[in-house]
T-cell receptor, first 118, second 114 residues
Framework: DVKVTQSSRYLVKRTGEKVFLECVQD?????MFWYRQDPGLGLRLIYF???????EKGDIPEGYSVSREKKERFSLILESASTNQTSMYLC?????????????????FGDGTRLSIL | AQSVAQPEDQVNVAEGNPLTVKCTYS??????LFWYVQYPNRGLQFLLK??????LVKGSYGFEAEFNKSQTSFHLKKPSALVSDSALYFC????????????FGKGNQVVVIP
């Protein structure tokens, strides 16, 4: 089974801090994604990466950056945390679509990090 | 832009009764649709997908979904709901051919009453 591991289940940080959320997958997936989940808003894509050192902005990238130095690891960075970034953060991975087996494959999710900014 | 809508915030159903969770989509071109489930304090788990072929798609845990092109719908169904089916359900559509990026609906809370 695909395993997507997020380093923290719960995290409490202060306004203005630099916050790192880490995600590791063990299935050699090319694509990795960061979402935030808020009640009534569903999942919104922050950033995704389709290869090492490659990244693209999602729908709500403001206030966030990402890093992908190794294929298995995708980090989300809050440069200066603010209270409106209090949320559940979900990481996901999937095969790349350019192969026959990769196209339209589902994304596999970690269990999430519930982040509170005080 | 590709999008999905889940019109109901919460669905209540008695245990043993049929369960339906509604999803409508808006796409240009062929739709590629997915259903996920989220149990409390967990990430999303993949249930099933529609790519092409039969309009009735079978998935995990006894769930199935019916693709209806004329009504642009992809409703999730289960013939007999269990209390353990109480969870948050998300419908999603593939956004762009070049990657496996998805756009998710807002989610439906399903409550199965014993």
């Amino acid at each position: 089974d695909v395993k997507v591991t997020q380093s923290s289940r719960y995290l409490v940080k202060r306004t203005g801090e630099k916050v790192f959320l880490e995600c590791v997958q063990d299935m050699d997936h090319e694509n990795m994604f960061w979402y935030r989940q808020d009640p009534g808003l569903g999942l919104r894509l922050i950033y995704f990466s389709y290869d090492v050192k490659m990244k693209e902005k999602g729908d709500i990238p403001e206030g966030y950056s990402v890093s992908r130095e190794k294929k298995e690891r995708f980090s989300l960075i809050l440069e200066s945390a603010s209270t409106n970034q209090t949320s559940m953060y979900l990481c996901a991975s999937s095969l790349a679509p350019h192969t026959k087996t990769g196209l339209n494959q589902p994304q596999h999710f970690g269990d999430g990090t519930r982040l509170s900014i005080l | 832009a590709q999008s999905v809508a889940q019109p109901e915030d919460q669905v209540n159903v008695a245990e043993g009764n049929p369960l339906t969770v509604k999803c409508t989509y808006s796409v240009s071109g062929n739709p590629y649709l997915f259903w996920y489930v989220q149990y409390p304090n967990r990430g999303l788990q993949f249930l099933l997908k529609y790519i092409t072929g039969d309009n009735l798609v079978k998935g995990s845990y006894g769930f199935e979904a019916e693709f209806n092109k004329s009504q642009t719908s992809f409703h999730l169904k289960k013939p007999s709901a269990l209390v353990s089916d109480s969870a948050l359900y998300f419908c999603a559509v593939r956004v762009f051919y070049g990657n496996n990026r998805l756009a998710f609906g807002k989610g439906n809370q399903v409550v199965v009453i014993p």
